[in-house]
């Protein structure tokens, strides 16, 4: 698997990382560490110029340690109006990537800054091994991460459940810690079980995709669970701009239509 998340990420680096390329965004999880080592491998001569923007503190360490310049999403440099630098391309990877390119991400509990940062980029690159590929989301990973706020937490699962979520809960700081998992925003996350995610395409009388069953489209439960109070974020990034490619290692490569 390794090897797979290790060729996926030198695959991405060399076809999405440009010279030219001013501020690159990095995520956080397992594989994005071989996306670090890519970027390392090119030499000062290649990143010299390059600014990353980390999504956490995995990130930020993974950074400091391969010698890149780094800086927070907050400290970019503004136009004259103000607005913050876009970056150039942002590398992340995820949990689980469907047919149109949406993804499920947060395994790692990191998916706040992550989001952030996604749609902060003109390009983001999904860099995922082909185990992480199915035909709808919440097949294969079966649930959907949702960052909350702690005091938040009992009335979230509550709507949760009358979603259709059978069983959400709160993840566990286990085995490492004792207590909830506290991400680096100092929230919590649930984990809510859905079943698999309907593309607006499988849509037809009958099937509406607005959760009767607990049956929904994966647009529509986005917009769903991102109002619920108390929610910060969530762990679907469904057609933010830029999800132009995603690296599935070398069998497969998507390219957004
Ligand atoms: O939390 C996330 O979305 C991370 O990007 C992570 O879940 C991606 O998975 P990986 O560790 O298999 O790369």
Redesign the pocket.
């Known amino acids: 698997i390794n090897s797979a ?1 290790l060729a996926a990420s030198f695959q991405a680096v060399d076809e999405h990382l440009l010279p030219s390329h001013r501020f690159i965004g990095i ?6 560490v071989y996306v670090v080592e890519a970027i390392a491998a090119k030499g000062p001569s290649f990143y010299g110029d390059m600014t990353f923007v980390p999504t956490g503190s995995q990130s930020k360490g993974l950074l400091k340690a391969a010698g890149l310049r780094l800086c927070n999403l907050d400290e970019r440099p503004v136009d004259a109006h103000g607005v913050p630098v876009a970056l150039d391309v942002v590398f ?4 689980e990537v469907d047919e149109e390119l949406n993804l499920i ?7 706040f800054q ?1 989001k952030l940062v996604a749609v902060a980029g003109r390009k983001f690159v999904a ?2 091994d082909s185990r ?1 590929q199915s035909p709808r989301l919440c097949t294969t990973w079966k649930t959907i ?1 949702i960052e909350v706020l702690p005091l938040a937490a009992p009335s979230v699962l509550a709507r949760l459940r009358a979603m259709g979520s059978p069983s959400p809960t709160v993840r566990s700081g286990l085995p490492s810690k004792a207590g909830e998992c506290v991400t680096d925003n100092g929230m919590w996350i649930i984990d809510a079980p859905f079943a698999p995610l309907l593309l607006a395409r499988d849509l037809k009388p009958g099937v509406d995709g607005a959760g009767k069953d607990g049956v929904w489209e994966v647009g529509k439960l986005a917009e769903e669970l991102v109002r619920l109070p108390g929610v910060v974020e969530i ?1 679907l990034f469904t057609g933010f701009n830029g999800v132009e490619a995603v690296s599935l290692g070398k069998e497969f490569q998507a390219q957004k239509p």
């Not at 995520?27 to 994005?32: H, I, K, N």
């Not at 992340?92 to 949990?95: E, I, L, V």
């Not at 991400?105 to 998916?111: D, P, R």
């Open positions: 998340k995520g956080s999880g397992s594989t994005v992340d990877g995820a949990d991400k947060g395994g790692g509990g990191c998916l992550e860099v995922a992480k991460p762990g």
